[in-house]
């Protein structure tokens, strides 16, 4: 069984470590490295070529997504795992189309962890199936159709806005919806 050598990026010390811990349990993997940000990132890709990089999204000094849009830019040959907290379609779509191999969540269990490294040692993508569902979701649209937004509007805050646009300052909201105006 070959050894998968794995980099850690993430911009919390206590997620690195509890990884590195999780993934020493797996007699084929080997963390041969932590980053805690993006350019200290592309620098341990470039020292240690790691098989596979676990790449946070949220780093100070230069995030995930530049880290990995340097990281492909350069040819550097490191199979690359979005390990994150966006479940957001943007985030997804934009770092599989820069090269990521895998995309999951950082509220998934090991299981899905150590399945989404092998694949991506192995030169095949791994999605998160409830994200991979977005991503069909997505490219079955019809031409300029737009998916219903995941963040509509109450009909309380329908009912703001329409006051609003109708010109109405915030102490007439208030009065006419019986709400305070602090609340508006």
Do not use: C, W
Request: no cysteine; hydrophobic share 40%; net charge negative.
């Amino acid at each position: 069984m070959d050894t998968i050598n794995i980099l850690i990026a993430d911009d919390h010390s206590i997620v690195r470590e509890g990884l590195k811990q999780l993934l020493d349990l797996e007699e084929d993997f080997k963390v041969i490295g932590q980053a805690s940000n993006g350019v200290e990132t592309i620098d341990k890709v470039k020292l240690l070529n790691p098989d596979v990089l676990l790449l946070d999204i949220n780093m100070p000094i230069m995030n995930g997504i530049n880290a990995l849009k340097k990281i492909k830019e350069e040819g550097l040959n490191t199979n690359v795992v979005i390990l994150t907290l966006h479940e957001d379609r943007e985030y997804l779509l934009e770092t599989m189309q820069i090269g990521a191999t895998g995309y999951i969540l950082k509220d998934s269990d090991s299981a899905t962890l150590y399945k989404a490294i092998r694949d991506a040692y192995n030169g095949e993508s791994y999605i998160q199936p409830k994200l991979a569902a977005e991503l069909v979701k997505e490219f079955n649209k019809p031409k300029g159709a737009k998916l219903k937004p995941e963040n509509e509007l109450t009909q309380r805050e329908y009912e703001v806005l329409t006051l609003i646009a109708e010109g109405h300052n915030n102490k007439e909201i208030a009065e006419e919806l019986f709400i305070s105006e602090k609340t508006v």
